[in-house]
């Protein structure tokens, strides 16, 4: 059947699964960044060429928890998404191992989740 464990085989196999999962994961979080930026630049054009100011922008979004749920969704994305990207270029670019890179890299997801989130809740609360 397959490679038993511990051997140079299963460890392979893992280490394939989980870049395709990574893989993945950084696609469809690419998706929902895409439809995320163009909402985004949508409500930045909208608001300019309505003649908000950063005051007015920011009293519509007090208390405005679809907003909120929005950008903290943005946010998580973005936290998912880069990551794994910087994990990549630190070992192919950077010639990391890669339990380095992948913890930097986790460093780097829980900072952006933590920053954004919190970003998103004062713009919000």
């Known amino acids: 059947m397959g490679a038993p464990q511990g051997t140079a085989a299963s460890t392979d196999m893992s280490s394939i699964t989980t870049q395709t999962r990574l893989w993945a994961l950084q696609r469809l979080s690419a998706m929902a960044l895409s439809l995320f930026v163009a909402i985004h ?16 922008i920011l009293a519509r979004t007090r208390g405005n928890w679809a907003v909120a749920l929005f950008y903290g969704a943005f946010v998580l994305a973005c936290a998912v998404h880069v990551p794994i990207g910087l994990a990549r270029v630190a070992e192919e670019w950077l010639g990391w191992r890669a339990w380095p890179a992948n913890a930097a890299a986790a460093v780097a997801a829980l900072l952006l989740a933590i920053l954004g989130l919190r970003a998103v809740y004062a713009v919000v609360a």
């Open 41 to 56: 630049l949508v409500g930045i054009i909208m608001a300019v060429r309505g003649g908000l100011s950063a005051a007015e």
